[in-house]
T-cell receptor, first 113, second 113 residues
Framework: EAGVTQFPSHSVIEKGQTVTLRCDPI?????LYWYRRVMGKEIKFLLH????????ESGMPNNRFLAERTGGTYSTLKVQPAELEDSGVYFC???????????FGPGTRLTVL | AQKITQTQPGMFVQEKEAVTLDCTYD???????LFWYKQPSSGEMIFLIY??????QNATEGRYSLNFQKARKSANLVISASQLGDSAMYFC??????????FGKGTRLSVIA
């Protein structure tokens, strides 16, 4: 069974540009989470989908970040326009049930120059 | 608010020796779960071990064990018989109810031959 996959693995963009990150959860997992780790700091929760609905988006830093999960399958996280402080590693995780073990993807390393 | 504290930014251990990675937590919720994840240099987050707040016994998974001291609010990870492949970042995390995972800053473990 395939694990959580994320694309791209690395992205380098200039300040002001737009970047879209993609996450494919484990098949059948209704719960999908986005997290971010800024260099040297804790991994921080961004938001949680249950199927296509946003269950909790309290961790989204500002309105430059837009997450979608159309059809309840894969999810995208768009940053527009990107700022320097958005640099970090963005992790996606999925779980079968809300309180279940979360399986993480390999992350996307985003660098904003 | 929930908080995870990992006070050791880096640790060294000799191959085949045991090592303890510290984790303390803070929560007012009586029901919670504690997790440890490993992040090797390849970047993925690997789930290692889980401890529920009502579990009577310390969790064990192979060479990993969790030294759960509820009164002290600590959940230290013990790795026995360290191997070179154990060199990685280790994150302690917790969750209660429907709240998202809260992570510590991590500890970088280096296993020396």
């Amino acid at each position: 069974e395939a694990g959580v996959t994320q694309f791209p693995s690395h992205s380098v963009i200039e300040k002001g540009q737009t970047v879209t990150l993609r996450c494919d959860p484990i098949s059948g997992h209704d719960n999908l989470y986005w997290y971010r780790r800024v260099m040297g700091k804790e991994i921080k929760f961004l938001l949680h989908f249950v199927k296509e609905s946003k269950q909790d988006e309290s961790g989204m830093p500002n309105n430059r970040f837009l997450a979608e999960r159309t059809g309840g399958t894969y999810s995208t996280l768009k940053v527009q326009p990107a700022e320097l402080e958005d640099s970090g590693v963005y992790f996606c995780a999925s779980s079968q049930v809300s309180l279940g073990e979360q399986f993480f993807g390999p992350g996307t390393r985003l660098t904003v120059l | 608010a929930q908080k995870i504290t990992q006070t050791q930014p880096g640790m060294f251990v000799q191959e085949k020796e045991a090592v303890t990675l510290d984790c303390t937590y803070d929560t007012s919720d009586p029901s919670y779960g504690l997790f440890w994840y490993k992040q090797p240099s390849s970047g993925e987050m690997i789930f290692l071990i889980y401890q529920g707040s009502y579990d009577q016994q310390n969790a064990t998974e192979g060479r990993y064990s969790l030294n759960f001291q509820k009164a002290r609010k600590s959940a230290n990870l013990v790795i026995s018989a360290s191997q070179l492949g154990d060199s990685a970042m280790y994150f302690c995390a917790m969750r209660s109810g429907n709240t998202p995972l809260v992570f510590g800053k991590g500890t970088r473990l280096s296993v020396i031959a």
